[in-house]
């Protein structure tokens, strides 16, 4: 029982405010085909396989923090690569689990190593989850993987045109001061940004459970000409949509205190210049 | 303690004494021949031959800190220039009189008029490009349009045809967006990024083959190497690595603060002759491209007096001259030892004309004197401030120095010893291990 049992997160508390804007010590990509997804999905790039076209990441979860939407997308799109962005060295404790499933441990360990001092303990939560994990859900998880980086910056370093389906913007810092704002993940600027990865018919998430904020990413992204709200009916079916306030940590956090929830979803549509 | 490091750097207070580059542009017809320098710009009209100064009738401010950008509009009408003191002044070239002046609410880094000299764009240091239009006389409040996240954008150029506006910046990136019809409501859709500098870009320009059906792109960077680009869909076509050719060491025998970069770039329209100033080589370097085979390749390198490292490069489409200038403003008074002069310049000119026309590259570059100069030397002595600019060898030794440094602060970001990082882990609380 205790290796199925989740292991106490407080020993790897991260910082409660991460300043995008710090410069960082981890690697960043000159651009999208300089990315090697064989080493985040080994079980979609067999060795042998023949130089066919190279599946594509098409979910991104961003500021992902544990990565639970992750894990809860995972089995509902199987065949859908997904990756999760994420500042902090948090979210490499699910780099770390997911490694140690695919047994790529060492590989990572090493690159875990130069980021943390704390390896030994982060190890130690990570083999508790993987054997909970693999002891319930032989095989999954395949499909999901993480990079540390700022997705303030880097977004087109790891994505080319078009190429995103969904997008996620759960549970965002707020940085409540008007000056701070410029700091926050979703902005019009940003969209740019956002849009050019996306698919036209892809669509973004976003939750908050801030009304301030909320209403801030519905701004942002009715003002932009590249996206449009998605209907009423269609959110309903969508099965993505429950997921939003239930499956990451900071949601569920917020359900346990009931809190309220502001979800703003929009379709990345064609530009009506020409 | 980490944020308010980063504040810091965001603000870029660092650089408010740093030594600027100085700065040349040519009017599109070769009429006039501008160097900014510090807070001056020095016009020297070549059609009547003469030295003009600039007025603004409007009573607005002059510049009163480094200019950092100027440029000419497309069918040179219009001039723009910018820079620390956050004006952005527009002038007639007609009359050398400002007909706008822009407040930025940061200090300016890049600045472009649009192809059809509608608007005037401008880059601040936070990386976010503004927009004011210049169809109507009164001056109306510059918006933003588009933005690299928390970057200082480099260099700002509009395509040939007006299409796209291009913005390079320190994080390796060149972004390739549409110019929109109503650009007032922003520059959202991304056309493509051109991704592979690995270290800041510096300078940007378009080249288009002879039939202007096809347009790409030439970058220059930190990381010495000249890139050329399909715009249209952000192709590296072709890297042209300067390493060698400029008779610089090996990358890893380049000592970490004695790095080296290209700073400049200017191409005739056709890209038949493409012009480089790099910060190790005192002279410019001359490329060519070859459109169907879509590669670079250095034709010539035409090298110039000891310490003379050009600091701006500018070509007309009818390349004749290239002209090159070097100085730099904020020099302290240790660097210029026994010399009061403040803004040093001197001014160079590549002569290409010659009788046969038929092959560009055949062409003998010839680096001309200065009693040979158009405009002699009631030119030098309006661009440069002095005529005895060739004789302060050490001068220039300091100013190229101080340039380079300056270059380097501004485009490098903070980086910190191991154990200073360290140091501030162990001293962030919220990561201890409670047990
Ligand atoms: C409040 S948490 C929410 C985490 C997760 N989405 C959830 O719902 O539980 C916000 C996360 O975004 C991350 N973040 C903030 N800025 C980021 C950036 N520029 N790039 C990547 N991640 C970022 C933070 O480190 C933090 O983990």
Sequence with gaps: ?274 | MEESLVEESESGNACTDEAAPALIAVHPTESSVVVAVGSELRVFDLKEDCAVSPVDDLGGPHHSASIRAISFSFDGELFVSAGDDKIVKIWKTGSWNCIHTIQSEKRVSAVSISQDSGYVTFADKFGVVWIMSLKEDRDTKAVPILGHYCSIITSMKFSPDGRFIATADRDHKIRITVFPRNALKGAHEIQSFCLGHTDFVSCLTFVCTQDQSKGFLLSGGGDLTVRLWDYSNGTLLYTCALGNEAGILEASEIEENNKTAVTDICASSNGSLIAVAVQSYNGVMLLSCDFSARTLSCVKKVPMEKSYIPTSLALVSSKEHLWTVMGASNLSSSDLSNNKEQLLTRVRIVSFIQKDFSDACSRDPVLLEDSQVPGGEKLLMQLQGSLDAATQEAAFAAAAAAVRTSLQNMMIKKQYSVERRELRKRNRNDKKIKS
């Design chain 1, 1 to 274: 029982m205790s290796s199925a049992r989740l292991p106490r997160k407080r020993f790897y508390r991260a910082r409660a405010h991460s300043n995008p804007l710090s410069d960082s010590h981890f690697p960043v990509p000159n651009c999208p085909s300089e990315v090697d997804y064989s080493f985040h999905y080994p079980y979609f790039f067999p060795k042998d396989a023949p130089p066919a076209p190279k599946p594509k990441v098409r979910f991104a979860d961003v500021g992902c923090g544990f990565g639970g939407m992750l894990v809860s997308l995972s089995p509902l799109f199987p065949d859908t690569l997904m990756i999760g962005m994420e500042l902090r060295d948090k979210a490499f404790l699910l780099l770390l689990f997911l490694s140690l499933s695919l047994s790529l441990f060492i590989n990572y360990a090493e690159y875990f190593i130069s980021f943390t001092r704390s390896a030994h303990q982060v190890t130690e939560y990570v083999k508790d989850r993987i054997q909970g994990l693999r002891a319930t859900n032989p095989g999954q998880y395949n499909n999901i993987s993480v990079v540390r980086t700022n997705s303030m910056k880097y977004i087109p370093n790891y994505f080319e045109k078009g190429q995103l389906l969904k997008m996620f913007f759960l549970f965002p810092d707020p940085h409540f001061k008007e000056k701070n704002h410029r700091r926050r993940v979703v902005s019009v600027q940003l969209l740019d940004e956002y849009a050019y990865v996306m698919e036209v018919g892809g669509i973004i998430y976003t939750v908050t459970d801030v009304e301030e904020l909320g209403d801030w990413m519905k701004s942002c992204l009715e003002k932009h000409p590249l996206f449009e709200a998605v209907g009423e009916e269609e959110i309903k079916k969508d099965p993505v949509v429950k997921l939003l306030t239930s499956a990451t940590e900071e949601g569920q956090k917020v359900a346990r205190n009931e809190g309220q929830t502001f979800m703003a979803i929009y379709r990345r549509v064609a530009s009506k210049e020409d």
